[in-house]
Structures are given as structure tokens and as C-alpha cells.
């Protein structure tokens, strides 16, 4: 659905965005993350062709948005940061409009709007003026109007931003919803947002693309494929003994140990350092001290984990 290749922007001197190259497939959910100035809005601006790239090209389901602006535009629905709603005009009123500037055809119109206001539950607050709508409605109503003309490709900028955890999660099932007949790019802060929605993040750092998978897989990628991960151990004895045995590992970089869920049992999550499998290490080591392991297992990485790895190792490169 999207197509990006050799993607370059600069401002002066400033190269915003270097020679990236990604791909969206049609039916996608998908999470574009990155700091401040790493060059995502950038990137997003340029999807959308609101800038056009200084080099390389973006095809939007097939059309290139710089030789065909006009038609590629017609594939993308577009909500975003602040929705840009027309405060003054009921609901009714602002689809309307909307709908007669990206020139819909007067019979598909009204069976169209009817089916949106379904889908994102609008319907019983269409008549009234936008500037009284609550901020969860009004993310509706600009979610609504990206919906407008039925385009293949729905992009969404912070679209939970300002929300309560109620509206949060209505507008988490809506997109999933939507994904179902629409490619969707989805840009947060809110990374468990991106987590709990969304089937594979692409990740940009300094103008660059530094991860493109699921969480799943970079989180195992990034963990490492040994047992030298980072891993949650239970162990039969006191926690205050335990540690102390843990401690003496030297390769063991990072160490907590809480009181396990029944009595004289232990819970120990350890990084280690290294190509050794920390498993044996540990094994041994207890087995010494008469300590008993229940339960080993590795940790997967959380998305606010990955999101700093990734970005702070390409900082200090």
C-alpha cells in the first residue's frame, strides 16, 4: 500500500530524513514511532504530501504522490494531531461538507456518511455543533471525516492524545475495526497504545530507519537468542539468601529478587552479560547453595524497552 524509496528531506544543511527505504503492505496495522527530531513528522508530512522529498519517491497503492499528488491523495484518509474540525458546523453539516470536497458522488453520499457515523458512533450527537462535542467526540468526528470517500489508506497522528482511559480504549477497538478493510499508520507517544494495536512497528532514529518487525520479533532479537537474555527465575529459598548467591555471578548485569508467591519461595529476574548461557551459571550456583529452581524462563522485552534500545544505542553510535 505504501512504497518508500531512497526517501531523503533536507532542510539547508539539515538532512531530516537519509535514503530510507520501507514497505506497507495492504490490510497492515502499523506503528511509526521515533523521538522528537528523528525525523518522523517528516516522514509522515511527506506520506502524505503535505512536503514533497528533496530525493527518492513514495507510491501510494501503486500512484508516486510526486508526479500524481492529486490522485495518489485520493487514497489517503487523514487524521491529524489536532482533527480538523469546523467548530461552528453540526457533525452533519461538517461531513457534509467534507464529503462534497473530496467530490464523493452525490448517490454514494448519504449511504456512505450513514455507515461512518455507525462505525464510529457519532450517530446520536449529528445534529449537534461540533464546538460543544466533548475532545472523545470530536476525535470521532475527525476520525469520521478521514473515513470520508473510503480510502484504501487511513494515517493517524496521535489519534488518542487528550483522552480518557474510556475513550482511549473505545478508539483502540475502533482502529482495530478498521483495520479489517483499511491499511492503517498509526503514530503515538503512547507506546502500549502501539503494542496493543498495531502488527509490526517501524521505528526511525536520526533520520533513519533502525527497526521494521513485530514487537514479538524485535523483542527476541534484541534479547538476544541464548539464554544469556534476560530471565525470571522462582526459587526454593529466602530471598535474602538468594540474592547473595546471585550477586557473586559476575556476568549477571542487572538483579531483583522479591518474595515469591507462597512462603520460603523466591522471584529473581537477572540480565547477564556475555555469549554464556546464564541459565547454567545460575543452575550451578544454586544447586551449590542447596537452592532448588521451580521455574525458569526468558522475559520478553516491552515496547518501551525496545523503543529506548534501539534509540539510544543509534545516539551514542
Sequence with gaps: MIRAEQLTKTFGRIEAVKKIDFH????????????????????????????????????????????SPEEARKQIGYLPEQPPLYLDLTVDEYLGFVSEFKKVPKSRRKPELDSIRDLVKIGDVRSRLIKNLSKGYKQRVGLAQALVGSPPLLILDEPTVGLDPKQIIEIRELIKNLGEEHTVVLSSHILPEISATCHRIIIINNGEIVASDTPEQLSERLSGASGSARQRLLIKGEAGEVNAVLEKITSITSLSTVQGPDKGLTEAIISASGTEDIREVVFRAMASADFPILQIGPMDLSLEEIFLNLTTCEEEA
Excluded: Q
Aim: hydrophobic share 40%.
Design 24 to 67: 506497507i503492505r495492504k490490510g497492515e496495522i502499523i506503528g511509526f514511532l521515533g523521538p522528537n527530531g528523528a525525523g518522523k513528522s517528516t516522514t509522515m508530512n511527506m506520506i502524505t504530501g503535505y512536503i514533497a522529498p528533496t530525493e527518492g519517491n513514495i507510491f501510494i497503492g501503486g500512484i508516486n504522490i510526486v508526479d
